[in-house]
C-alpha cells in the first residue's frame, strides 16, 4: 500500500465514500490546496490512479481551553498542532486498512512536525459521532466540543 502526494495524474472523478462534503472537496479542492500551500493532501490510489482513500493535514493551532483541565495546564493560549482536517475512503475500497494507513501517515508527519518546528498535538476534525469513535478507538481524545480529537505527538515518538 503506497501513500504519494496528490497530483494531476490520480483520478478522483468517481471516488465516493459517502459523506458528499468530503468527496466534493477532494474533486474540487484537493489539488489547488496541495498545489497553493493550504494542504498537504496524501491518498492511496490503485493501479490505474484512482484514489481509493485520501487524507489533508494542516498545521493549525487549538484554544488551550478546548483541552481538558488535566491536558492544558501550562500551555499557552494558542497550542500548536498538526490538524488532520480531512480523511476519507472511497465505498468500494472500505475495511482494508487505508484509513487508519492514512491515519498513521499523518502520526509520522506530526512527529517529524513536533522535531522541526514544535507542534504538541495531532488533531483530527470528526464529521459525525461515527468518525469520532473511529478516531478514539485509535488512542485519541475528544476535546471540549466533542468532535475534535486529539493526541500528544510526545505519545507517538
Known amino acids: 500500500m503506497t501513500i504519494e502526494a496528490l497530483d494531476a495524474s490520480h483520478d478522483t472523478s468517481e471516488f465516493d465514500s459517502g459523506a458528499s462534503e468530503l468527496d466534493r472537496w477532494l474533486r474540487e479542492h484537493g489539488l489547488l490546496a496541495q498545489q497553493r500551500d493550504t494542504a498537504r493532501v496524501f491518498v492511496i490510489a490503485d493501479d490505474e490512479k484512482r484514489v481509493l482513500a485520501y487524507c489533508a493535514v ?56 513536533n522535531q522541526i518546528a514544535a507542534a504538541r498535538l495531532l488533531v483530527a476534525e470528526a464529521r459525525d459521532d461515527s468518525a469520532r469513535d473511529w478516531y478514539v478507538k485509535q488512542g485519541m481524545k475528544c476535546l471540549v466540543d466533542g468532535r475534535t480529537c486529539y493526541l500528544r505527538l510526545a505519545d507517538l515518538r
Open 58 to 113: 494542516v498545521v493549525g493551532t487549538v484554544s488551550r481551553d478546548e483541552l481538558s483541565s488535566r491536558a492544558r495546564s501550562g500551555l499557552p493560549d494558542r497550542v500548536p498542532c498538526l490538524l488532520l482536517g480531512k480523511l476519507a475512503v472511497n465505498k468500494t475500497a472500505s475495511r482494508q486498512g487505508h484509513g487508519f494507513e492514512l491515519f498513521k501517515h499523518a502520526a509520522r508527519i506530526g512527529v517529524q512536525v
